[in-house]
């Protein structure tokens, strides 16, 4: 088990930094020297600055130089400058300038109009070789000027033809291919085994298999045991990084603009170190004594107990800042475009330089306006009777505004006729049209609404005898007296029930019954008078709470009674008037306690009736 988990170990550690040094191996290296791909390029070993070019995207390597593939032109390694590739072409490292026939011109780059054959009018372009001769790529092949017939073995090294199964053309120069298809590559003008050497900038060492070497710059390492940072190679840690071409202890040390190694607890100001337990640096440039409770603003430092940084200035705590008018007190005081003004309630803020009390007015673009008789439309200000589409008037006597769709923005229609009222958003351009006699459908087409059979979620139905309820649909509903529970898709019928907010509910009303006492059975044989309990245990042992679950009391208790009070009609109406009695609590008896449980209204009543007592 021990082994096992150290290998665990092992394998997840080499795995979880694998990738930062495979990632810190391939740097751009040029020869020795790194190189910055966006300001620099590397031509054979050799670093060329771009920043002289106004184009850094039509640059080249010609041999050790660079050259602008907009007016110059590389031949087999010479340079030829003021060639153009649009009128001139190369034969071998000679230039010639192209045939112009008719204003196009012929060239191995440009293609031909020409084709082979008429009958069957394949588009096979010709290319040129030497000073005019034309040729089928397809079918010859150019060397030095001169055509050979098209072979897939054959190929041009520099100006020589050769076989590319028997011979390897490196940097310009033939070399014997040893053993056929065997992996055989080019480094610099000697060829080798790429399976079992390795090639760094043109620097060759044999018996250093790839899946074991890597390279950094032109030396070779282990990968797995070391470490390249640029084009120097030190041994791999878990702890180290790189920065630049040099190592660092990435638990006390950091890599500043990944240029410069630096103390964890330091930085640099204005290229001044120092020491962040004692210094902070503002805007980059000055230096100020650290605390705790100071902080930043702009070059300034201020201290965040009584200031605070509003827009690079340090203002009281509580206050921001003006551009114009500077430190003001936003209590008592508003900023409205560089402005101050002086609030007079909590509904005044600023439109534009101004304030206004949005209780009544409101702001539109910048301006202004009463909100009982005016709006605002997309910056413009008209009146409440006035229709806005579109961010634009609408003239409601000759146009109708079209609404917004999936599909379609807000736009203002012409009326087809004066009567016109509404817009169906076609595909092809809103149209107008009467809602009194038609109806834009699904598809966004205008239709007769007597044409129309009525629907419900698709399905067609007699509205004399169905009923539809929220796209759904119930089958001769109507002949049984049902109606619709709206907004549910329910159905009720009135005789029988209620329809409380889209319940159906049986009764006559949808408000709760009143939540009344009532005497259980078992308390019932033992009834109780309220005077009655009042002198025979309230003043003794009695007493009363408001009623919770009384249900688990009458279980506990040994004996339980119903409390009743009796009161008489208020309304005889000369008859005689007959009492009353109405169950007012529960008494239950426990050990040496008497408890009158009654519910919360009552409370105040029991109170008055035991005092009359």
């Avoid at 082994?3 to 092992?10: S, V």
């Avoid at 890599?255 to 210094?279: A, P």
């Avoid at 929220?470 to 907004?487: E, I, M, V």
């Avoid at 889209?502 to 709760?512: F, Y």
Wanted: net charge positive; proline share 2%; with cysteine.
């Amino acid at each position: 088990m021990f082994i096992l988990g150290l290998y665990e170990f092992i394998s997840a550690s080499y795995i979880s930094n694998f990738f930062i040094i495979l990632f810190l191996a391939f740097a751009l290296i040029c020869g020795n020297k790194e190189y910055d791909n966006s300001t620099e390029t590397c031509c054979n070993g050799t670093v060329t600055s771009k920043l002289n070019l106004d184009n850094l995207y039509s640059i080249a390597c010609c041999k050790d130089q660079t050259y602008d593939t907009r007016w110059e032109l590389c031949c087999d390694g010479v340079l030829h400058t003021d060639k153009s590739r649009d009128t001139h072409n190369c034969s071998g490292t000679n230039v010639y300038r192209l045939k112009q026939e008719n204003g196009n011109l012929f060239t191995n780059s440009h293609l031909d109009r020409t084709t082979v054959s008429d009958d069957t009018k394949a588009k096979r372009f010709l290319r040129v070789c030497g000073v005019a001769n034309k040729y089928d790529p397809k079918q010859n092949m150019c060397c030095n000027g001169t055509l050979y017939p098209f072979n897939v073995d054959i190929s041009c090294c520099d100006n020589a033809v050769y076989n590319k199964r028997t011979q390897l053309c490196c940097g310009g120069q033939l070399r014997p291919r040893s053993v056929l298809n065997e992996s055989v590559e080019c480094c610099g003008t000697s060829p080798y085994n790429s399976k079992e050497s390795l090639c760094c900038n043109g620097c060759l060492y044999e018996n250093k298999n790839p899946e074991k070497y890597h390279c950094c710059g032109s030396k070779p390492y282990t990968f797995y045991k070391d470490m390249c940072c640029k084009s120097e190679v030190y041994e791999w840690s878990d702890k180290s990084l790189c920065c630049g071409n040099r190592t660092y202890n990435r638990d006390l040390q950091y890599c500043f603009n990944k240029q410069e190694i630096l103390d964890i607890h330091e930085s640099k100001c204005n290229g001044v170190k120092y020491d962040t337990r004692e210094s902070v640096c503002c805007g980059d440039t000055t230096l100020h004594p650290y605390s705790n409770n100071q902080r930043c603003c702009g070059f300034e430092i201020f201290d965040r107990r009584s200031h605070d940084c509003v827009y690079h200035h340090i203002v009281t705590k509580g206050n921001s800042w003006c551009n114009t008018e500077g430190e003001y007190n936003t209590t008592t005081h508003a900023c409205c475009e560089g402005h101050r003004k002086e609030k007079t309630g909590k509904s005044w803020l600023c439109c534009g330089k101004d304030m206004i009390n949005y209780n009544v007015e409101d702001c539109c673009g910048g301006k202004s306006f009463n909100i009982r008789n005016h709006q605002c439309c997309s910056g413009q200000i008209l009146k409440m009777e006035d229709v806005c589409c579109s961010g634009q008037r609408l003239n409601q006597t000759t146009q109708v505004c079209c609404g917004k769709t999936l599909f379609r923005k807000q736009e203002i229609v012409q009326k087809s006729a004066s009567y016109h009222d509404k817009c169906c958003p076609t595909l092809g351009g809103g149209v107008s049209y009467d809602s009194v006699n038609f109806v834009c459908n699904y598809n966004d087409t205008v239709v007769n609404k007597s044409l129309l059979d009525p629907l419900c979620k698709g399905q067609r139905y007699d509205p004399k005898k169905d009923l539809c309820c929220n796209s759904k649909l119930f089958k001769n509903a109507l002949k049984d007296g049902w109606s619709c529970c709206h907004p549910s898709a329910s159905i009720y019928n009135s005789k029988k029930h209620v329809c409380c907010s889209g319940v159906r509910k049986k009764g006559k009303s949808c408000r709760k019954p009143r939540n009344r006492i009532r005497c259980p059975r078992r308390c019932k044989l033992k009834k109780l008078n309220l005077k009655r309990y009042c002198k025979r245990f309230l003043s003794n042992t009695g007493r009363f709470e408001v009623i919770r679950n009384i249900r688990r009391l009458i279980k506990r208790s040994k004996s339980c009674r119903c409390v009743y009070a009796e009161r008489q009609k208020k309304t005889c109406k000369g008859k005689q008037c007959v009492s009353i009695k109405k169950v007012i609590g529960i008494s239950v008896e426990e050990e040496n306690t008497t408890t009158l449980y009654i519910k919360r209204k009552k409370e105040n009543f029991v109170k008055r009736v035991c005092k009359q007592v």
